[in-house]
């Protein structure tokens, strides 16, 4: 049994000793400097241009504290090498391996508190460079944002130092020469960073687990959606912790000094916790490459049946109900025709498999169906002709799968290589279904289309889906629907009706505060995150040469035919995390949507509008033509 009282003490020992190396202070200097200097850096861009450039407003600090962590981690990883590669040779050197060998400890409790020690002087240093990113994000008004700095302090940097620590021990004691052991870490570490810098390139699916950092495998940090990693990463991190154990007891198994315990015992822990580590860390890779194979699996299915004729899609109408985080539920009436088919015996439509229909029913009579890899199919009770159309009922419910969407697709994101993550900053989720807020692409087929997903692209095979959609959404109360007009008897209730046929739409839903004008007839919505409002505030002062701009606006577009449908359009606020790129061989914006604009969190809602025309601006633009208000509409 470990003896706590035995391992704290030398725990106390490593951290005082450590505390009097210089390459210890160095190495913080180095990436206290590093770090804090990207932060600044970062934040000052930001801060002065945000306001003029959505390529600056993109590069918003406040998301990117984990970023900077796993920099920091990064370097003082380099750290940790030149910090332990001498835990033998030291105390020879400082005069106490004799008295340290005399003492009544094991080998493990000596280890394991130096491991503690060492692990606690690298750990604190991230404490005080979060407390002063924190503090410099105050003076320009951009904190980093709390969550994501509390998980890549605990999350990411205790599991990353503890199995850095753990390695530079176990090559240590193993090699028992101080200059190979160190030339094996820094040859690791080397490579280490260029997969993660792409020098190297990896697939992002293999790097997932290999990042001991966590930088590539903790989600994106939002105010709009939750930040705590899903379970697999939080198994990810677990395994390099169990990993550390393991290679801990190893490296006390084979040190020198004899402390006359059970090396049988100690070999047995030591591979169980190193076999474990690797299966826990490689179990995010594993769940990664499953995703792939099984996204794989769909576009097979699906364009094994591509060429099967296609029914024309009409209508939609019905009820949706959202328990956001849990069930979507679909009560809808869907009304099609044969189009240009001369008969249609059966349909074939693609459904989100996380919705499991309940029933089918036509005519009020329930029919037989088939649900399987996203496709729905059943048989007509009668053939359908082109002079005709159908209208069936369809209930179905469930979690929307959040990887069945763009099945057909030039680049897949899920297999990138690390030299191609610039990809990531265009968002990585194809639908985002949480507590906090609800964003479904119509990519990701929520409701259902007409025919498979594959070869929607060439027009001969696969018509374009043009339909009209009638439908209300329940949400909580508080929430807003984009592209939905609230109903009369609840505020609760929201009806989409886009007044003509259009394409496949998107169902955007969240705790959003609302700002809007009528212009010619035409409501134009924002929907934003409520702690965003104050950076905005400063453009109400152009609102009337805005109202004037956007009244031309209209006014041209009617002139040469195009008008809005529905009489409202509606910029809404998303989370950077979701996918702002659809599929096919073009993978073009899903940005625009019908009626619907989606707007990234770093970049309008979060520019520094305030810095720009602050108090002071008054003044500054008084020789401006058109003075303030021009200078904030331009």
């Known amino acids: 049994m470990l003896d706590f009282n035995r391992l704290w003490a030398m725990a106390v020992l490593e951290m005082r000793l450590t505390r009097r190396l210089v390459r210890y202070w160095i190495f913080l200097f180095v990436a206290l400097i590093f770090s804090l200097g990207l932060f600044t850096y970062h934040a000052t861009i930001h801060y002065l241009a945000s306001t003029y450039a959505a390529t600056f407003a993109l590069i918003n600090p406040r998301y990117f504290a984990g970023s900077y962590g796993a920099t920091f981690v990064l370097l003082y990883m380099l750290g940790v090498i030149f910090l332990a590669f001498d835990v033998r040779a030291r105390d020879v050197r400082e005069r106490i391996d004799e008295v340290l060998d005399a003492k009544d400890l094991s080998n493990l409790e000596m280890l394991g508190g130096r491991w503690l020690g060492l692990l606690i002087v690298s750990w604190i240093p991230m404490l005080v460079i979060f407390a002063a990113m924190v503090g410099i994000g105050g003076i320009v008004g951009e904190a980093p944002e709390i969550v994501s700095v509390l998980v890549m302090v605990s999350l990411g940097a205790i599991p990353a130092l503890a199995f850095v620590i753990a390695l530079v021990y176990l090559l240590t004691i193993g090699l028992r020469h101080r200059l190979a052991a160190a030339l094996t870490l820094l040859a690791a570490w080397g490579l280490l960073f260029s997969m993660l810098s792409g020098w190297i390139p990896v697939r992002f699916f293999l790097l997932q687990s290999l990042d001991m950092t966590g930088a590539y495998s903790l989600k994106f940090p939002s105010d709009l959606t939750s930040w705590f990693p899903g379970w697999s990463v939080l198994i990810q991190r677990l395994g390099y912790a169990v990993l550390s154990v393991g290679m801990l007891v190893a490296a006390a198994l084979i040190h020198p000094r004899r402390d006359g315990k059970s090396s049988l015992l100690r070999g047995g822990v030591a591979a169980s916790g190193i076999l474990v580590g690797l299966v826990l860390v490689g179990s995010l890779s594993w769940s990664a490459w499953s995703g792939i194979r099984r996204l794989h699996h769909w576009e097979s299915v699906h364009a094994a049946r591509a060429d099967e004729a296609v029914a024309d899609l009409q209508s939609i109408e019905g009820r949706v109900r959202i328990d956001p985080g849990r069930r979507l539920e679909l009560d809808l009436r869907l009304t099609v025709a044969a189009g240009d088919n001369p008969s249609l015996d059966h349909l074939l439509l693609s459904l989100n498999p996380g919705l499991r229909v309940e029933t089918i029913s036509v005519a009020g ?111 909580p109360e508080g929430w807003k629907v984009a592209g939905a007009e609230p109903t009369a008897d609840s505020g609760a209730l929201w009806k989409i009706d886009g007044g003509a046929a259009l394409p496949p739409m998107g169902l955007f839903a969240g705790p959003y505060a609302e700002r809007s004008i009528e212009v010619e007839g035409v409501t134009f919505r924002a929907l934003l995150a409520p702690s965003h409002l104050e950076r905005l505030a400063p453009l109400a002062r152009a609102e009337g040469l805005l109202r004037q701009w956007v009244a031309a606006a209209v006014r041209d577009a009617r002139e040469v035919g195009l008008e809005v449908p529905g009489k409202m359009m509606t910029l809404v606020e998303v989370p950077n995390a979701l996918r702002g790129y659809g599929g096919g061989w073009r993978q073009d914006t899903i940005q625009a949507q019908p009626e619907v604009v989606l707007l990234r969190e770093s970049g309008l809602p979060t520019a520094r509008f305030d810095v720009a025309f602050g108090k002071a601006a008054e003044d500054y633009f008084a020789d401006y033509e058109g003075g303030l208000p021009k200078a904030v509409f331009d």
């Open 365 to 475: 009579r329930q029919v037989a169906f088939e649900q399987h890899d996203g496709l729905l199919d059943f048989d007509l009770p009668e053939p359908l002709t082109p002079a005709a159309a159908i209208t069936f009922d369809l209930r179905a419910a469930g979690f929307p799968d959040p990887a069945f969407a763009y099945l057909e697709q030039a680049f897949d994101p899920l297999e990138a290589r690390s030299d191609e993550s610039i990809i990531f900053l265009f968002g990585l989720h194809n639908l985002l279904f949480e507590k906090t807020i609800v964003a479904l692409p119509a990519g990701c087929r929520w409701l259902p289309a007409m025919g498979a997903e594959v070869g929607r692209a060439i027009p001969t095979r696969h018509p374009r889906d043009l339909h009209r959609l009638m439908v209300e959404v329940e949400v």
